[in-house]
C-alpha cells in the first residue's frame, strides 16, 4: 500500500505501509517498509494497481507513470494489446 508515486523510489525501493493485523496492534498503528518494486529474478513484471473510492484517478495515474519511467519504453504495451491478452 502507498500513498503517492512520492513512495516509489525506484525499482529497487518502494516505501510501502504494512496495515497492522486484526488484533495486533491499535487501529491507527502499522509502519512503513521499504521493500522493492518487484522480484528482480523474475523476467515478467507484473503491477496490480488498485484505488479505493476516495483515491483520485490523477494519484492513480502519476503511480502508473511512475512506474513506467522506470521501464523501458519498449516493453510497454497500450491497453488495447494488454485487454487483448486476457483470457474471458
Not at 518494486?37 to 484505488?51: E, F, K, M, N, Y
Amino acid at each position: 500500500f502507498i500513498q503517492s508515486e512520492a513512495a516509489i523510489r525506484s525499482e529497487h525501493e518502494v516505501e510501502h505501509f504494512v496495515f497492522p493485523a486484526h488484533g495486533t496492534e491499535k487501529p491507527s498503528g502499522g509502519h512503513v517498509e521499504l521493500r522493492p518494486l518487484w522480484d528482480q529474478a523474475s523476467p515478467h513484471r507484473r503491477i496490480l494497481v488498485t484505488g479505493g473510492a476516495s483515491c483520485p484517478d490523477g494519484i492513480i495515474q502519476q503511480v502508473i507513470c511512475r512506474i513506467n519511467r522506470l521501464l523501458p519504453a519498449d516493453s510497454l504495451r497500450p491497453i488495447e494489446a494488454v485487454l487483448g491478452s486476457i483470457q474471458p
